[in-house]
Structures are given as C-alpha cells and as structure tokens.
C-alpha cells in the first residue's frame, strides 16, 4: 500500500475512534468506556487501535494534544487583539461542541479537565504583566489558577446549558469576569499580614 493510501487509513481509523470515544462518553461516562466497547463501536479491530493507542488513556490523551494545540494557536494569534483571540479560542470550542461536552462534562475525564486547567493556567501566566517582585511570591500561581477555573467552568457552563449564548458573547463575559479578578489582583499591593 502506497504511503499516502496507509496514512488515510490511520487517519480514518483514528477518527473512526475517536468518535465512538464521544458517543460512548456521552452514552455511558467516560469511566465505564472499554477499549472493546470503542472498537466494536467503531468496526474497528482492537489491533489496529493498540497500533495507534496504548489505552483509552492514551487516546485521549493524544485527542486533548492536539485539540490543545489547534486551541491555542488560535488564541496565541499576535496580530489580532485579546479578546478577539478569546473569541476564536470559544469558536473552537463550538465547531467540536460535543467532545469538549462529553470530555468535560459530567459523565466526561477528569484527568481531561485537569489537564485543560493547567494548560490554560500557562496560558494566562504568560499573558499576564506580573511585576518581578509579584512573580517571586509563593501565592504567585493564584492569579492564573483561579482565572483558569473561571475559564474552564465559562465553558462548561456554556456547552452544558447547550451554548445559549453565540461564541462571542460568552467570550466577552467570561473576559470580563477574567477582568474584574485581574484588576483586583493588580491592587494587592503588599502581602497581607
């Protein structure tokens, strides 16, 4: 088989997987999914998912990679202002409403949760404009915690109420929010006592 021909049929199969993944999570939750039950669902052998996957770990992991990436290019986007980033980061969220609904919601992974927490607590530290003295104290890490949980929760919200609001809009709410926990973190001058 030509390479361009098996590199098709790897990415079939992986999309074939991933698929069955969603609905099964949204089916079942993500816990009680088998590495059986995603195959069958997929008509595809459990050989040619442990040529691509480990586990169903591994499979999600590698979705949340590369979901991750395509999701922060689009926001790591110079030439267009923040919160118009903020706007294409909640647009990616709606064209692949139902993975990110059924990975985050309830029946979805925690590990996945968590790993977007912290991505998106990298996300806001580098964005922020911390002065020197501020980024050396121990409680340094709260700022981009915290605005990272209003992030994620923003987005569950959002795709568990079935998005009742356009990307935009929740974009600009979820940026105020973020602002108004920014402009009360600028004014901690000192370390209270």
């Not at 996957?53 to 949340?64: G, M, N, P, T």
């Not at 404009?129 to 987005?155: C, H, K, N, R």
């Amino acid at each position: 088989m030509s390479q361009s021909g098996e590199n098709l049929r790897v990415r079939r199969t992986r999309r074939l997987l991933r698929g069955a993944l969603v609905e099964l999570i949204e089916e079942r939750g993500f816990d009680k999914v088998t590495v059986g039950e995603v195959t069958e669902r997929a008509m595809v052998s459990r050989a040619s998912f442990y040529r691509n996957y480990r586990d169903k770990y591994h499979l999600v992991e590698q979705i949340f990679d590369e979901a991750m990436a395509e999701l922060l290019g689009a926001a790591a986007d110079g030439s267009r202002p923040p919160l118009e980033r903020w706007v294409g980061f909640f647009e990616h969220i709606a064209a692949r409403h139902r993975f990110y609904g059924a990975l985050l919601g309830r029946k979805g992974s925690p590990w996945f949760a968590d790993r977007m927490r912290t991505a998106l607590a990298e996300m806001v530290a580098e964005h922020l404009e911390v002065p020197d003295e501020a980024a050396a104290a121990p409680e340094a890490g709260l700022v981009p915690t915290v605005l990272a949980s209003v992030f994620l929760q923003s987005i569950t919200w959002w795709l568990e109420n079935g998005r009742p609001v356009p990307p935009r809009e929740i974009a600009h709410r979820s940026a105020r929010l973020a602002g108004a926990l920014i402009t009360e973190a600028n004014g901690w001058g000192g370390r209270p006592r």
